[in-house]
């Protein structure tokens, strides 16, 4: 039997720090710090529940976060 993948490690980073900023900046802040995948979305937008290691969402409202979370 084949062993089980160790996932990738996620950047030690708060998504708290990025609520309040300019979408871009933080997008490029959040790749800058490592996460594999950045998201942004319009508020209520329907997603997926799955979780991925390495992925930052952002719920977006006039061109600023207003919601940052892992997965």
């Known amino acids: 039997m084949a062993p089980i993948p160790t996932p990738p490690a996620e950047p030690r980073d708060s998504p ?10 933080a997008e490029r802040r959040a790749r800058e710090r490592g996460w594999s995948s950045v998201r942004s ?13 390495g992925r930052l969402n952002f719920e977006v409202r006039d061109g ?3 919601r940052a979370w892992k997965g």
């Open 16 to 25: 708290d720090a990025y609520v309040g900023l300019a979408s871009g900046a």
């Open 64 to 66: 600023r976060v207003v």
């Open 41 to 53: 979305l319009p508020p209520g937008a329907v997603i997926t529940m799955e979780y991925r290691v």
